[in-house]
RNA sequence: GCCCGGGUGGCGAAACCGGCAGACGCAACGGACUUAAAAUCCGUUUCCGCGAAAGUGGAGUGCGGGUUCAAGUCCCGCCCCGGGCACCA
């Protein structure tokens, strides 16, 4: 055969229609003897057309996937959709379709780019979250919530997006805007909304990022760890005057003789009961100032209530006061304020005029006659009462305990993560699968009757209201319990409900009877590889982190956490800005695979940066990753009439196979470890450099050997032509079913050791020597080297370092 | 302010355990092939000196110190860039 032009086209379309044909080709095997593996990226959301960024993150698993089949593992690698949402919805109004529709024509599509791209995904398994048959067990999972009391209703002041026309969760506020509007301020309305209490599952969520270390990067972990925000400290009662207590929390109870006033959030309940008039006036406008206010430094505000409480441990009236920075949803909504260890205490009481009492000194210093700034730190406690002369830690311990023994507080922890509010008032969601009934009040819909399904002909307006409600043959229900008229609920699920559990369905996905079956479960979890964006580090990644936990205790499952290894890859750079439609530089996987190939666009991906960063995408760069796999190409065809020629071997030959070994080393450490592929790919480039350069010298054996070891290790890279040149070379496919070359130590030893030769560690010469040559001959070979010798003599020698194998250093002086 | 990353040629990067800084690729330049071009193959390219050249000397991994025979790598103190959290009591 003479060499052949890669044409990508039509390898591509050649195998890509033949592994569509072979359902079973990407699918786990049942009941296997395999060690089981199971690789995931997270689904995507069907926007229509796959981009960079998506080939980036698939690349990767896929590359994975392939190797691991090639070890011999059984690997489950599947692929579906997350397609509730709002886009679907805002497409719908604007271009009068349904939503369903459009978003089943956007899998459509992205599934056909998917299938060019020739990702090894198991299709048969394929999940998409807009389906009766998946949203059900939304429904089914949201009523078992329901019935242990962590799916609730409350009234609370909520997050609205004006733009999305609905609810957010506390997750989905990105510096104080929508996460999918960055313009757009988020605003704070009052409403009764359904919660998931994650809250409950705050300290385990916590506690097992013990457990994921390792696993997962650090900065996901130190993100979740911020995220959930917890705080060790105690409540305190102060009693009002006119009998009430007011509860406020601190971590710095050692601090609470210096306590000069109590300030209450705006909304606090007191604040309620006893404000009139004027100061009823100035706290509304507080309330209504923060409401529509952005993120940013704001001026502290406060007004005195005419209030005055007992601080229970001095006995000392101070004034009770309301003031803007206090905020009602962490700790009690309510503080004691000591100006003189508490930087913002010390602003707003220095503003005010309240006094300012220092009670901690600096362990070698002395309390201060006038404060100047807040001594935030830890210290000695000083005038204050019997714990005078303890230092911080342990007085914030025993004033603890004396409040709990004397019936006015206890020691408390606090999180900064709040419940998952997730109503959303649209209509392309699960809907709630509730009943508000006049008489039984709110009633879960039975199991038999699940799934409660979305009404097919909506009225779509994206005003705010949810559109259910404008549905009566969907709204008007009897009560499931007592068969009155009654109302369905009608707001729909937050869509990181839907994204909360996929991956399990993935591995029992067409089951009628259960969200799937534990023993399937109990096969292929946790995850061993979950891959994906960490722009999702705090959202769907703890919400998925609490879901396992939830069905871990209703006795679904046995695995704590969902993944034992995450892997974040970096985003995709054009232009120096991340790809995204506004900045209109998005490159899409047709046009790319139009112009260079799937495995082109694989193979730049994964060698252009190593995968968890950054990732500058340019066409002289994939022009490159082509030119490189033509390179392959060219070589292999016009080698397969010389495969099988008879000759004695060469010392080309000996070359060609240490470098393949040297090679298979490398990239199977890269796998192993770090994934570094771009290093991987590197010294694959310099193997076929070193097969080009020896190409004349080289017998047919050899070249059978290097160029079939060849193919499989570039295979997980770029399995298409890969695919086609062990097709070309003789040998029966699929190429992921076979062995992973197998590293051989003796063959990828060098014929001798290269010893540099350093004079005060500065390279001076090069040595060659048998491997194993003595430390003695060593310093003797260095001494007498002509490089090296000039800058040595006539000056003494000092000592010589040798470390074998690998370097000679001579110290000298003078 | 606190918590994570990162800073190396014209560019993307490599150097994994402290041991030859810049592998591999892009871009640029030169050569071969060609009537010519494209494609392909081969070569050069951190900076500053000296040299016609082969060579050869010095400097160099954000800045300043330190440890060490030896530092991109370890330690101390800074600067800059990216990300997360942030009146969280």
């Known amino acids: 055969m003479p060499e052949q032009v890669y044409s990508h086209q039509e390898i591509e379309s050649k195998w890509s229609a033949r592994w569509a044909a072979d359902p079973k080709l990407f699918a786990p095997e049942d009941d296997s003897p395999k060690p089981k593996f199971y690789v995931l990226e997270m689904l995507p959301y069907p926007s229509g057309a796959l981009h960079i960024g998506h080939v980036r993150n698939y690349s990767i698993g896929d590359a994975l996937a392939r190797y691991k089949w090639m070890r011999g593992f059984n690997v489950l690698h599947p692929m579906g959709w997350d397609a509730f949402g709002l886009p679907a919805e805002n497409a719908a109004i604007k271009n009068n379709r349904h939503p369903s529709e459009w978003t089943h024509s956007n899998i459509e599509q992205m599934k056909r780019q998917h299938r060019r791209m020739g990702f ?8 998409s979250t807009c389906e009766p048959e998946y949203y059900k067990w939304n429904q089914w999972f949201f009523i078992r919530m329901f019935e242990k009391g962590l799916a609730y209703r409350k009234q609370a002041l909520l997050n609205w997006c004006n733009e999305c026309a609905t609810v957010l969760a506390n997750e989905q506020v990105v510096d104080g805007c929508c996460w999918r509007h960055e313009d757009i301020p988020v605003e704070q309305k009052e409403l009764t909304q359904w919660f998931i209490k994650i809250t409950a599952y705050a300290e385990e969520l916590l506690r097992d990022i013990g457990n994921l270390q390792g696993g997962w990067p650090d900065r996901v972990l130190a993100m979740q760890t911020n995220w959930i925000g917890r705080s060790e400290g105690a409540e305190i009662d102060f009693t009002l005057e006119t009998g009430e207590k007011v509860r406020v929390f601190t971590t710095r109870v050692d601090t609470i003789y210096g306590a000069t006033c109590v300030i209450l959030a705006p909304e606090h309940d007191i604040v309620k009961l006893y404000a009139t008039g004027e100061i009823a006036a100035a706290v509304k406008a507080m309330i209504d100032k923060r409401a529509t206010q952005g993120p940013g430094d704001v001026e502290k505000e406060g007004i005195f209530t005419g209030l005055y409480a007992i601080n229970p441990f001095n006995a000392e009236r101070v004034p009770v006061w309301v003031a803007n920075f206090v905020l009602t949803g962490y700790g ?27 009670v901690i000194r600096p362990a070698d210093g002395a309390l201060p006659d006038a404060v100047r700034e807040a001594f935030g730190d830890y210290g ?36 900064r993560i709040k419940d998952w509010g997730i109503s959303r008032q649209r209509y392309w969601g699960t809907p709630i699968p509730m009943v508000h009934c006049a008489v039984c009040g709110v009633v879960a819909v039975p199991d038999e009757q699940l799934p409660v399904l979305l009404p097919p002909d909506p009225v779509l307006k994206g005003t705010g209201q949810s559109p259910l409600a404008a549905d009566e043959s969907f709204v008007n229900v009897p009560c499931p319990k007592c068969s009155a008229p009654a109302r369905r609920e009608c707001d729909t699920m937050d869509t990181f409900v839907d994204s909360s559990w996929y991956f399990y369905r993935y591995c029992d996905a067409h089951n009628n009877e259960a969200p799937f079956d534990p023993k399937k479960i109990a096969y292929w979890f946790p995850i061993d590889q979950y891959i994906g964006g960490v722009e999702h580090a705090i959202l769907h990644l703890i919400y998925s982190r609490f879901w396992t936990k939830m069905m871990r205790d209703i006795g679904l499952i046995a695995n704590d956490e969902p993944a034992a290894r995450l892997f974040t890859q970096g985003m995709v750079i054009k232009d120096g800005a991340k790809m995204s439609k506004n900045k209109g530089n998005v490159v899409s996987a047709d046009d790319m695979m139009d112009e260079y190939g799937a495995d082109t666009g694989r193979l730049f991906g994964l060698f252009a940066a190593p995968p968890e960063r950054d990732l500058d995408w340019t066409a002289s760069g994939a022009e490159g990753a082509y030119r490189f796999i033509g390179r392959v190409y060219r070589f292999v065809t016009r080698s397969i009439d010389r495969l099988d020629t008879p000759g004695a071997p060469t010392d080309a030959d000996r070359k060609v196979l240490r470098k393949l070994h040297q090679t298979i080393h490398k990239i199977t450490n890269d796998f192993e470890s770090r994934w570094h592929f771009n290093t991987s790919i590197a010294a694959f480039m310099e193997l076929v450099n070193e097969i ?20 499989l290790l570039l295979a997980p890279f770029t399995p298409y032509v890969c695919e086609e040149m062990w097709e070309l070379m003789g040998r ?4 992921l079913k076979q062995p992973w070359p197998e590293y051989n130590a003796e063959l990828a030893k060098e014929d001798g050791a290269e010893v540099i ?22 310093e003797r070979l260095a001494m007498a080297d002509e490089k090296a010798r000039p800058f040595i003599e006539g000056k003494a020698v000092v000592k010589v370092i040798v470390v074998l194998d690998k370097l000679v250093n001579v110290v000298v002086k003078g």
């Open 120 to 127: 090894s995904y198991d299709w048969n398994r394929e999940v």
């Open 332 to 358: 009690t909504g309510a503080i004691m304020a000591v100006p003189a260890h508490d930087e913002r205490d010390f602003e707003f009481c220095t503003k005010y005029g309240i006094p300012i009492v220092p």
């Open 380 to 415: 000695v406690v000083e005038n204050s009462g019997q714990w005078s002369g303890i230092a911080s830690a342990e007085a914030r311990k025993q004033m603890a305990a004396h409040a709990k023994a004397n019936g006015f507080g206890e020691s408390a922890i606090t999180f």
């Open 692 to 711: 080009y350069a020896n190409e004349a010298q080289l017998t047919g054996a050899t070249l059978r050997e290097v160029l079939e070891k060849v193919v």
């Open 732 to 735: 029966p496919g699929p190429v």
């Open 757 to 778: 030769i350093q004079v005060n560690g500065k390279l001076r010469g090069k040595l060659t020597v048998p491997f194993g040559t003595s430390k003695e001959e060593l």
